[in-house]
T-cell receptor, first 110, second 114 residues
Framework: TQLLEQSPQFLSIQEGENLTVYCNSSSVFSSLQWYRQEPGEGPVLLVTVVTGGEVKKLKRLTFQFGDARKDSSLHITAAQPGDTGLYLCAGADSWGKLQFGAGTQVVVTP | DAGITQSPRHKVTETGTPVTLRCHQTENHRYMYWYRQDPGHGLRLIHYSYGVKDTDKGEVSDGYSVSRSKTEDFLLTLESATSSQTSVYFC?????????????FGEGSRLTVL
């Protein structure tokens, strides 16, 4: 059973366009993380959000944690080919145990 | 760089044979994890360790065992590999002191069971 639902599963856009990836759950999380994974490599942590309503920015990436700490979104502004990858969200319970979403494959073409 | 090395990186084996994957870390982190990654399922936890000789099961532990005799090494063993265990296996560490669950992953071990 997948407790964290990511949408869309796949996203293909042109360079310069914006995109948003969603991560939704019926469970409340103590914190939520976003990872990016490139082919043949392990996931790499991008950000952790902890407080309901929190917004974090990492260059052209904006992460938001829902007020109820059940959902999150990742928005990329003016996407570049280097943003191509599999984006994974992961929710942590109070013990720090993670539940991962299935991932969103993002392809940015020049 | 979290100092995590997985070996082997690629392995092809036959059904019924034993397989051991090794995860080595250089920074003495207490928590280590083994995940498998399959299309449509994301990352699923197999086993984890919270210290030498202290291990516990994850959500997909059937058919797998682990051992941790030293802080730096966490071994994942498939006693008798099956085709359903064809997957990419990732080792991860959780830096001590972080209680938000953030993980740092190795580069993965791709296992094919024929």
């Amino acid at each position: 059973t997948q407790l964290l639902e990511q949408s869309p599963q796949f996203l293909s856009i042109q360079e310069g366009e914006n995109l948003t990836v969603y991560c939704n759950s019926s469970s409340v999380f103590s914190s939520l993380q976003w990872y990016r994974q490139e082919p043949g490599e392990g996931p790499v942590l991008l950000v952790t959000v902890v407080t309901g309503g929190e917004v974090k920015k990492l260059k052209r990436l904006t992460f938001q944690f829902g007020d109820a700490r059940k959902d999150s979104s990742l928005h990329i502004t003016a996407a570049q080919p280097g943003d191509t990858g599999l984006y994974l969200c992961a929710g942590a319970d109070s013990w720090g145990k993670l539940q991962f979403g299935a991932g969103t494959q993002v392809v940015v073409t020049p | 760089d979290a100092g995590i090395t997985q070996s082997p990186r690629h392995k092809v084996t036959e059904t019924g044979t034993p397989v051991t994957l090794r995860c080595h870390q250089t920074e003495n982190h207490r928590y280590m994890y083994w995940y498998r990654q399959d299309p449509g399922h994301g990352l699923r936890l197999i086993h984890y360790s919270y210290g030498v000789k202290d291990t516990d099961k994850g959500e997909v532990s059937d058919g797998y065992s682990v051992s941790r005799s030293k802080t730096e090494d966490f071994l994942l063993t498939l006693e008798s590999a099956t085709s359903s265990q064809t997957s990419v296996y990732f080792c991860a560490i959780r830096p001590s002191g972080l209680n938000t669950g953030e993980l740092f992953f190795g580069e993965g071990s791709r296992l094919t069971v024929l």
